[in-house]
């Protein structure tokens, strides 16, 4: 599906949560748009010579409760009305979890695995030098994406550093440790998706299931969907199929999920940014395509992927009476009307996949004291936020009887009220 309407798709799902959260209305007018939108065009010189100008974007979308956060993305198809969607739910994400940040999110146009490690090490730091003027650790913090991992944002930090003549690690997360980076990053969305599902085992059907009755299914196999796999298939979890951009694999008896983390790694040597094999090479299995792994039959469907995926056209097709958000957006909101009607639980993106903001915030407090945690700290931290702000959303869910994404967005949008109201609002100058 294009993405051409997906920021307008992402405002539509305030106005329920409103009504119920019955928020200040001027909190509801300031979160319809973002706060500002940066086109850069950054100019590269190819290994063969020649410049190339690639475009890209940094939007933040609100900054209320904080300094903006969000990703960066590199995707040859990347649009602004994606990016500002993604900024959006950074905004509801910060504020679902309770941490003091906005929301905002950027991007390059660009297919990064045509380029060579150099020419995507000179575009990395040539996006940051055009919008150098536009973040720090006090004002827009970022972090990997899409087709950005560590090494990426290594080199941004260090970029930054070199042009405001002052180490900062804070100007962005996500980074290789040695660098600042924090333990348990790379993994903390995964992480937090599997928290989420394990609390909400306990109050589901599921609840008396042995992990290894319960099939799953995932599609990505990126950052995200990989530490997903790999947290449920470390608890006995029995994730029967997968998939990559090429497509997937379907094992009715289970996949072997350490043992492809292994052959994945195995191809990426220490220069390559991007895994040089796909799935369908990494384990025997049936082939499936996206659209088929979808409509598996399963418990659980967790969408890894990118945004768009389930709409209109196939969610009556899904079968799995669980689904995961990790992605970002993988849910349209026809889809969502026709998965509700279904009876289907959806555990919403902005609650399920904030491991990876959590992590970040901590990284980001981390290097603003210099003092680092253990794996282990960083594990207990995430798990205690992320299950507060679960138990907040149900609790939610239950006193207003809605769906959980309604929940979530009702949870967020007080928080967010709150702020606005600490600051004035008109009702308060009128009085
Ligand atoms: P990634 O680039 O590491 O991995 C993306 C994966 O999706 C790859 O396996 C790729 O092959 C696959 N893919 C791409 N297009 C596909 C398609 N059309 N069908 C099936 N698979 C496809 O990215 P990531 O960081 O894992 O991000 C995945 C999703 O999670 C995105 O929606 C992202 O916004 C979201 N997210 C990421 C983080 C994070 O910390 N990285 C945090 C929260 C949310």
Redesign the pocket.
């Known amino acids: 599906m294009a993405n051409h309407r997906i920021f307008e798709d992402a405002i539509s799902r305030l106005d329920s949560a409103a009504n119920i959260a019955k928020i200040d209305p001027e909190a509801l007018v300031k979160l319809k748009c973002p706060k500002s939108v940066l086109e850069v065009n950054i100019p590269v010189r190819m290994d063969d010579g020649a410049l190339k100008i690639f475009t890209g974007y940094r939007i933040r979308h609100d900054d209320t409760r904080g300094p903006t956060k969000g990703?960066i993305r590199y995707h040859p198809h990347l649009s602004v009305d994606e990016v500002k969607a993604?900024a959006f739910w950074m905004t509801f994400k910060s504020a679902v979890v309770g941490i003091p940040f906005g929301g905002s999110k950027g991007g390059i146009i660009v297919e990064p695995k045509s380029l060579s490690h150099l020419e995507l090490e000179r575009l990395s730091r040539g996006y940051i030098t055009q919008i150098a003027d536009f973040i720090g650790p006090n004002t827009d913090i970022s972090?990997?994406?899409?087709?950005t991992n560590e090494m990426i944002m290594g080199w941004m930090m260090t970029e930054y550093s070199k042009i405001v003549r002052q180490y900062t690690p804070g100007v962005i997360t996500?980074k290789p440790i040695p660098l600042g980076g924090s333990e348990g990053r790379k993994d903390?969305?995964g992480r937090g998706v599997y928290y989420c599902i394990k609390e909400y085992q306990k109050i589901s059907k599921l609840k008396n299931k042995d992990p290894k009755e319960i099939s799953v299914v995932i599609?990505?196999?990126?950052?995200?969907?990989e530490s997903v796999a790999k947290s449920l298939f470390n608890d006995g979890f029995k994730i029967v199929a997968i998939?990559?951009?090429q497509g997937g694999i379907y094992n009715k008896n289970g996949l072997n999920i350490e043992a492809m983390i292994k052959k994945k790694n195995r191809s990426l040597d220490s220069k390559s940014v991007y895994a040089s094999t796909c799935i369908k090479e990494m384990v025997s299995g049936d082939d499936v395509t996206?659209e088929e792994l979808l409509a598996l039959d399963a418990d659980i469907l967790i969408p890894?992927?990118?945004?768009n995926q389930i709409t209109e056209n196939n969610a009556n097709k899904i079968k799995a009476s669980l689904i995961v958000e990790?992605?970002?957006g993988p849910i349209t909101c026809a889809g969502d009307v026709i998965l509700n009607q279904a009876g289907k639980i959806i555990m919403p993106d902005i609650l399920v996949?904030a491991g990876?903001v959590i992590v970040s915030y901590l990284e980001w407090v981390q290097n603003r004291t210099g003092f680092y945690w253990s794996p282990k700290e960083v594990d207990e931290k995430l798990k205690y936020m992320m299950l507060l702000a679960f138990d907040k959303v149900i609790n939610t869910m239950n006193v207003n009887n809605t769906d959980m994404r309604t929940a979530a967005y009702t949870c967020a949008l007080f928080k967010f009220s709150e702020a606005v109201v600490a600051n004035g609002t008109q009702q308060y100058f009128h009085e």
């Not at 599609?219 to 969907?225: I, P």
């Open positions: 990703g993604l972090a990997p994406d899409i087709n996500g903390a969305t599609q990505g196999f990126g950052n995200v969907g998939s990559d951009a996206n890894a992927a990118k945004e990790a992605a970002n996949n990876g």
